[in-house]
């Protein structure tokens, strides 16, 4: 890892960084933290983050993965799938197939490539649904990193992300201490110094009272379940008309991540 002068980071909202947010209203993410630890290692590190909230995995392998192929980075981030998975009547094998294609042609181009599995989602009301799912999508992915070479970071076996404070009010994404625990994982697998413990157990938790856990419920389906469901029927994403926040190999410098002391470092 230690010659690893540029990365470019591919994916959905887990790598664009939802929901870690900024002071100015955009998204850090683990990714991001990340950048900047092997910033500060080497003066000549680039990084480019196409990664968008709501790609499915065909949107990603078409649109993200030449880039890729094109600029030959050291380094490659990939994780997709999730929106495929939660989507009914989609087939874990077809979703396998376009990642290992993709596996392929990156490690065929001389990049190192490191890929995720999914967490396990048993603390969320909506995203438990397709546990199942996840887990056969994990034992695809555990196979294609051994056949292929690619180094994976198991996200479903960090028991901190199954404490709901890991995930963020609209229970669909990662909460800023939830970034920043993957982001020391994903160093720790990379062999990167680190100054926190992905594993440190979290604080007590505050009971809530049953009455006020219901209104939360309500609260949460009206403002993010029913418009999340109405996004699959239309067959629309969050992130349409976007574009990545870091679409070209550039240094990176941010001063959000180099103040903010939930940062890795």
């Known amino acids: 890892m230690g ?10 909202s887990f790598t664009e960084g939802l929901s870690d947010e900024a002071p100015d209203g ?9 950048a900047g630890v092997l910033a500060a290692r080497d003066p000549e590190f680039r990084y480019a983050n196409l990664a968008l909230r709501g790609k ?10 030449p880039v890729v192929l094109q600029e030959k980075p050291d380094l490659v981030t990939m994780c997709g799938g999730g929106n495929d998975i939660v989507t009914p009547g989609t087939d874990v094998d077809e979703i396998a197939g376009l990642i290992e294609r993709a596996v392929i042609d990156i490690v065929g181009a001389g990049s190192q490539l490191v890929m995720f599995t999914g ?27 051994d056949q292929h070479g690619a180094i ?10 199954r404490d709901r404070r890991a995930w963020s009010e609209d229970r669909l994404h990662f ?12 160093a720790e697998v990379l ?35 029913l418009p999340w469901v109405h996004r699959q029927i239309r067959g629309t994403s969050m992130g349409d008309g976007l574009q990545p926040k870091r679409p070209v190999l550039q240094p990176f410098t941010d001063p959000m ?9």
Do not use: F
């Open 257 to 265: 991540i180099a103040e903010n002391p939930t940062a890795v470092a």
């Open 26 to 34: 955009s998204y850090i993410g683990w990714a991001d933290r990340l």
């Open 3 to 12: 010659g690893s002068s540029s990365w470019i980071a591919i994916g959905d």
């Open 119 to 145: 967490p396990d989602p048993k603390p969320q009301p909506v995203l438990r649904r397709v546990r199942g799912k996840v887990a056969i999508y994990n034992g695809h992915l555990r196979a294609i990193a």
């Open 56 to 65: 499915h995995m065909a949107g990603i392998v078409d649109e993200q993965v």
């Open 175 to 186: 909460s800023t201490e939830g970034h920043r625990r993957i982001a020391l994982r994903t």
């Open 191 to 225: 062999g990167l110094p680190r100054t926190a413990d992905w594993r440190e157990p979290w604080p007590p938790a505050i009971p809530v009272p049953w009455l006020r856990g219901r209104q939360a419920d309500l609260m949460w389906t009206k403002t993010h379940l």
């Open 152 to 161: 994976l970071v198991d996200l479903w076996a960090m028991d901190v992300l």
